[in-house]
């Protein structure tokens, strides 16, 4: 039995591999360029009022702390992830009841989304400012299951340097 | 997904190192060797449990540490340590698990590396360099020996962040976040959770798993400072103190060479009173004995040489290798130099001498004036006699019935030269050795 291919068979068969091989490269290419986290990570944004997410109120209770220690931390921990309360307690809590922030007033300002980390969690850039100064502080934040951003911790200043930079 | 399993790994060998962590000291099944004469051996028992009742309890010291991480707008986070010091006057600080993550990142500006001496506990143990490093300061050389013993790196860290995180810590960079905030929350957290169950526990032992020692001189450098203890101790022990700088060797004297004396000597043997030739009948003469002979050179010089005490307590090494007299470990000291006297000696040689005899001048005048006057015509006959010469390393030889014609004094000369020696040159020498009377019989005639 004679098998005949006809020459716009091949041709057709040909470069719809070619074109399935330069897909498969490029995405592969974007992935590992990062291309594809710049196109579509990008669509995973903030709510409309960022001041309003629980992250940015425990930033302003954070940076203002008065009263009773204790129930300052609590404060504070209303709007962190577990994980982030327990580190707050344990390492941030002491320096920050020890600043000379005691006493004042602060008030924060959500300025960009710095990074989407692949686990979906954010750095934010925001804006702190009393009545003597501001200071540009990052930090950590992941969207709970109600979609709202809780604070994981504030990034130390050796790796905000790293998004200052950018 | 890529961090997820790396996340995995992170918090699976920190599980591994607290469960590895956790029985302490005193439970630990394989102590740590401690040598009972060294500076550990006032800190531990021989058992590996640590000799509490030996310590003095300097409590927990919390201060500020530019070395820690910053928080901004506030500073950085507050190192933690528990400080005790030894009868010796050691410190011992116990940084907690976070504060030892973060010394042994930075450790020259926290003073990891100004430590004598480290001792940690756990199963995670590996050398880097000199030390043996343990727990969370032995975990970067031991997670990179585990991957270069056959672990697939890649399958752990794909892209090799871990690794160089785990690196970077022991190799002191600062910048130790290449983790990621995800990462570094997970690590932070896990070093906090530690502590806060040891606190809550009320058992400080399981929080801190490395002991770093300081000797007394270091004392102000250890966060908390020096204790009144420690301050007292230093005074009583000031000259110690300073290990590092030795007095310097003193300025010896110069060296010298003291060139060995020749000894010449001319000597008349027979007769006590020689009569001039011309009037003897036997025509005796005299005997004459000459002696040369040279002491040996010497070349003196001196060496600083050091002045050891025995001083209290270890050195700034942690080391002890003498007692007091007291019974008390001390190690060795240089307190000041001694310039120690040193000779060598050289023997030297005649090269070669010669003997004569000759009259002396005064004795010359007298025969051709005043003798001349009574025997007109009076002439001096032979006044130099040449006895001999001699080539040999000393010379001693007597000559027999020499025929001395003139009256008068004469002279033993000897003559010659000096071998020299490797640290001098040759000497000549001569001149008159000894000196004896020839006599001149007169006859007078009296009314």
């Known amino acids: 039995m004679e098998i005949t291919i006809s020459r716009n068979s091949t041709v057709r068969t040909f470069t719809f591999a070619i074109i399935i091989l330069a897909v498969i490269g490029g995405g592969y290419i974007a992935w590992k360029t990062g291309l594809l986290d710049s196109l579509f990570g990008q669509t995973q944004t903030v709510s409309a009022a960022p001041a309003n997410e629980p992250a940015m109120k425990s930033m302003t209770a954070m940076y203002s702390p008065s009263g009773e220690r204790a129930e300052w931390e609590t404060q504070v921990c209303i709007g962190m992830t577990e994980k982030g309360c327990e580190l707050f307690r344990a390492m941030f809590a002491n320096p920050f009841w020890k600043s000379s922030l005691i006493g004042k007033t602060t008030s924060i300002t959500f300025i960009k989304i710095a990074d989407t980390l692949e686990d979906g969690s954010q750095v934010w850039k925001t804006e702190i400012a009393d009545s003597e100064a501001t200071l540009p502080v990052y930090i950590h934040v992941t969207q709970n299951d109600a979609g709202q951003w809780l604070l994981n911790r504030v990034l130390f200043a050796q790796e905000a340097a790293k998004y200052e930079n950018q | ?192 959770n530690q502590s806060g169950a040891d606190l809550a526990n009320g058992d400080g032992l399981n929080l801190y798993t490395y002991m770093l020692l300081y000797p007394p001189g270091q004392c102000g450098t250890v966060p908390g400072g020096c204790t009144p203890e420690q301050l007292a101790l230093l005074q009583a022990l000031l000259p110690s103190i300073d290990d590092a700088t030795p007095p310097a060797p003193n300025s010896c004297p110069s060296p010298f060479i003291t060139p060995g004396s020749i000894i010449r000597a001319g000597t008349l043997i027979d007769p006590n009173y020689p009569l001039v030739v011309g009037q003897d009948p036997d025509k005796r003469g005299v005997d004459v004995s000459v002696n040369v002979s040279v002491r040996p050179t010497i070349r003196t010089y001196y060496t600083p040489e050091p002045i050891v005490e025995c001083k209290a307590g270890a050195n700034a090494g942690g080391v002890t290798n003498c007692s007091m007299p007291n019974g008390q470990s001390g190690h060795e000291k240089v307190v000041g130099w001694d310039c120690v006297e040193h000779t060598e000696t050289y023997p030297e040689c005649i090269s070669y001498a010669s003997a004569s005899l000759k009259l002396t001048s005064e004795s010359k005048d007298w025969i051709l004036n005043e003798l001349s006057i009574h025997y007109p015509g009076a002439y001096l006959h032979h006044p130099n006699i040449s006895m001999g010469s001699s080539q040999d390393c000393s010379w001693t030889e007597t000559f027999d019935h020499l025929q001395t014609a003139d009256p008068g004094n004469w002279d033993i000369t000897i003559s010659g030269q000096t071998s020299g020696t490797p640290v001098s040159e040759p000497r000549n020498f001569g001149g008159a050795a000894g000196q004896f009377g020839v006599w001149l019989k007169e006859i007078a005639i009296i009314k």
């Open chain 2, 1 to 192: 997904m890529k961090h997820s399993r790396r996340l995995f790994f992170i918090l699976f060998i920190f599980v591994s190192l607290f469960l590895d962590i956790a029985p302490g000291f005193a439970q630990d099944g394989n102590p740590p060797f401690v040598d009972p004469n060294g500076a550990w051996g006032e800190v531990v028992n021989p058992d590996g449990s640590i000799n509490y009742a030996n310590l003095t309890d300097g409590g927990v010291v919390t201060q500020p540490a530019d070395w820690m991480p910053s928080i901004p707008g506030v500073g950085p986070v507050d190192a933690e340590y528990h400080v005790y010091t030894t009868p010796s006057g050691n410190t011992i600080l116990m940084p907690t698990a976070s504060t030892l993550f973060f010394m042994s990142a930075n450790p020259n500006e926290s003073g990891f590396n100004a430590a004598a001496t480290t001792l940690g506990t756990g199963g995670l143990s590996t050398a880097e360099g000199n030390n043996t490093l343990t727990g969370i300061a032995g975990l970067g050389a031991w997670f990179a020996e585990l991957t270069g013993s056959g672990a697939d790196t890649s399958t752990i860290f794909p892209d090799g962040n871990g690794e160089q995180f785990f690196n970077q810590v022991l190799s002191g960079e600062t910048d130790i976040y290449s983790l990621g905030p995800e990462g570094l929350l997970n690590f932070l957290t896990s070093l906090a």
